[in-house]
């Protein structure tokens, strides 16, 4: 069975300031992906990111950036100065063969930017 | 590339109506999901269709729903009747199924309130 925990379900911060959402996850697939989603006040799904098993390299898109660690199963987003567009639901998700390539949904966690 | 189309965005209808969702996968993928949001669960899995097919549908609540793919660019969500628990934003995605490297392409859901 997979699963995702984003254990922090709200957090807020002041513009500008760096913040880090946490992802962990579980899966007996030894190829798998990750994957995170931004859901903004609007309501859609918007993909932000995919990572496979096999690529630890850390990776960095302008103010975001992402962490894989396959030794402790976490898969943690940063964003850095943070501004108020970026306050909405984000979720950690897993795709692995064993669960029929279904994806597996964290909770979310609810980022509130504020000015 | 018009993205997933959900339509429609809002619906209201009374206990016990009968609600049709709609949704048109992106052309060229094969896979379609449709997921509910509610604040109390999340993000669930209702039910997966591959190449038209279901393929796995465990993760819808009851009889009183039920989901059609008749071809590769439609597929309903209709829920007989309708109870006011049903309420949720309905989320349709769809995904090229070569293996795991993909993620989903969402719609902009349909926010359904059943009263």
């Known amino acids: 069975a997979q699963k995702v925990t984003q254990a922090q379900t709200e957090i807020s911060v002041v513009e500008k300031e760096d913040v880090t959402l946490d992802c962990v996850y579980e899966t007996r697939d030894t190829t798998y992906y990750l994957f995170w989603y931004k859901q903004p006040p609007s309501g859609e799904l918007v993909f932000l990111i995919r990572r496979n098993s096999f690529d630890e390299q850390n990776e960095i898109s302008g103010r975001y950036s992402w962490n894989f660690q396959k030794s402790t199963s976490s898969f943690n987003f940063t964003i850095t100065a943070s501004q108020v567009v970026d306050s909405a639901v984000y979720f950690c998700a897993l795709r692995g063969g064993n669960a029929g390539n279904m994806l597996t949904f964290g909770g979310g966690t609810r980022l509130m930017v504020k000015p | 590339d018009a993205g997933v189309i959900q339509s429609p965005r809002h619906e209201v209808t009374e206990m016990g109506q009968e609600v049709t969702l709609r949704c048109k996968p992106i052309?060229?993928?094969?896979?379609l999901f449709w997921y509910r949001q509610t604040m109390m669960r999340g993000l669930e899995l209702l039910i997966y269709f591959n190449n038209n097919v279901p393929i796995d549908d465990s993760g819808m609540p009851e009889d009183r729903f039920s989901a059609k793919m008749p071809n590769a660019s439609f597929s309903t969500l209709k829920i007989q009747p309708s109870e006011p628990r049903d309420s949720a934003v309905y989320f349709c995605?769809?995904?090229?199924?070569?293996?795991?490297?993909?993620?989903?392409?969402f719609g902009s859901g349909t926010r359904l309130t059943v009263v």
């Open positions: 995605a769809s995904s090229r199924d070569r293996g795991l490297a993909y993620g989903y392409t």
């Open positions: 052309s060229g993928h094969n896979s």
